[in-house]
């Protein structure tokens, strides 16, 4: 588990191609590894990621099919540069929010727009995870905890400060940027306990009915033929 605030920006010093996933060597930067061991893991783009071994001046991990499909890490370069977070223990602050590193899907960068000293940066993300992005909510953007401020459909709109400009991978987006998006993990588990017996059957997403049927409408009654 993570906070989503970056503690360092790492620069990707080698990838391998291994079989159709890949190797990353990622050089930590200003990241103390004195207390990382193999087997733990780093949150690197908000992708939790399991270290491998230890060279000294960052880590190799491996990358799996299932990952590069859903997240931005397969399109990461030599010399990429990468929100880095190691994960919680605990004594650490939750400055951020929860934060799990399992990617629901990737977004796209907008628009920048000066807002004051801060950036206003509108993200666009995939249709299927617009229902969990919520006005003042949280949101975690390539391993950033975020602070929603306006929802347009499948847009949402953040206020990034100086500080995060500098110290995270923000100040290389630009109009068209893929990132990786995480929402907020107890959306994810309410709508799938208030779908009930539904989400055990695989019969379809939330309803007035499956609202009704579960007990979250009150007095209102599920429609006909449901009773």
Known sequence: MFT????????????????GDLRLRIHTGKLPLEDVALGDSLCTNGVCLTVTDLPGDGYWADVSVETLNF???GELKTGSQVNLEKSLTPQSRLGGHIVSGHVDGVGEVVSLTEDARS??????????????????????????????????????????????????????????????????????????????????????????????????LGGLSPGPGKE
């Open 71 to 73: 997240t931005t890490l």
């Open 119 to 216: 950036i206003r940066v509108v993200v666009r993300a995939p249709d299927a995870l617009a229902r969990y992005i919520a006005h003042k909510g949280s949101i975690c953007v390539d391993g950033t905890s975020l602070t929603v401020n306006a929802v347009n459909g499948a847009e949402f709109d953040l206020n990034i400060i100086p500080q995060t400009m500098t110290e995270t991978i923000f100040g290389r987006y630009r109009p068209g940027s893929r990132v990786n998006l995480e929402v907020d993990v107890i959306a994810r588990y309410l709508e799938r306990l208030i779908q009930g017996d539904a989400a055990a059957k695989g019969t379809g997403g939330l309803s007035l009915d499956t609202l009704a049927e579960n007990g979250f």
């Open 4 to 19: 989503g605030i970056i503690q360092a920006v790492g620069v990707v010093a080698a990838i391998q191609k291994r079989g």
